[in-house]
């Protein structure tokens, strides 16, 4: 069991927004930054949203995150069939003084 | 550009010793603001920390992993190590580098990671 919790799987068409959530507690998510990372199939995971909400270059901007006290969300606008891949959350949790990583999501472009 | 690359045994026995190393490239190891993570993947399966150091060899490391494991760093080489005792199935696994940027306490993020290297425990 992870201590993030992701939905294991997500869907769209090209085109559409699709979000992610990604749940936490007050010793993880409400008290640090959440980060996303990409793992695109047979890849190691990229940087994709850091510090809550912030692209690092190259990033398009139709990838976006927000938080709200213990729960952060990933949003991919304008969907296109290279955004298939798993996406992580992860944050820094002060109770098990550990980094925690979401189960992942996997997202499927129909 | 900072580039990581890890090496190291592919296949271990039960019971035996995981050692791998990650070659830091493009950026000194010693730089501030930076630690130094290892993170696996078993097959199918999410991510889990390993553990991270800096530069002065300070190291935190996952609870559930903290009796059996080690990491060490050389700066004259640029590059940082994780061993990691009793291996089981169970730690089979990709396993990946990568640096822990630290902006303040409480903002930080992994990347860039390395392309990561399949450990397999079998006898």
């Known amino acids: 069991q992870s201590v993030l919790t992701q939905p294991p799987s997500a869907s769209g068409t090209p085109g559409q927004r699709v979000t992610m959530s990604c749940s936490g507690s007050?010793?993880?998510?409400?008290?640090?930054?959440v980060n996303w990372y990409q793992q695109l199939p047979g890849t190691a995971p990229k940087l994709l949203i850091y510090i809550d909400n912030r692209r690092p270059s190259g990033v398009p901007d139709r990838f976006s995150g927000s938080k709200s006290g213990t729960s952060a969300s990933l949003a991919i606008s304008g969907l296109q069939s290279e955004d298939e891949a798993d996406y992580y959350c992860?944050?820094?949790?002060?109770?098990?003084?550990?980094?925690?990583f979401g189960g992942g999501t996997k997202l499927t472009v129909l | 550009q900072v580039q990581l690359q890890e090496s190291g045994s592919g296949l271990v026995k039960p019971s035996q010793t995981l050692s791998l190393t990650c070659d830091v490239s493009?950026?000194?190891?010693?730089?501030?603001?930076?630690?130094w993570s290892w993170i696996r993947q078993p097959p199918g399966k999410g991510l889990e920390w390993i553990g991270h150091?800096?530069?002065?060899?300070?190291?935190d490391y996952n609870p559930s992993l903290k009796s059996r494991v080690t990491l060490s760093v050389d700066k004259s080489k640029n590059q940082f190590s994780v061993t990691l005792t009793f291996v089981t199935a169970a730690d089979t696994a990709v396993y990946y580098c990568?640096?822990?940027?630290?902006?303040?306490?409480?903002?930080?993020?992994?990347?860039?990671w390395g392309r990561g290297t399949l450990v397999t425990v079998s006898s």
């Open positions: 990568a640096r822990e940027v630290i902006l303040t306490a409480t903002q930080g993020w992994f990347g860039p």
């Open positions: 992860a944050a820094w949790d002060d109770s098990l003084h550990t980094w925690v």
């Open positions: 493009g950026g000194s190891i010693s730089s501030g603001g930076h630690s």
């Open positions: 007050s010793s993880n998510i409400g008290s640090f930054a």
């Open positions: 150091i800096d530069h002065s060899g300070s190291t």
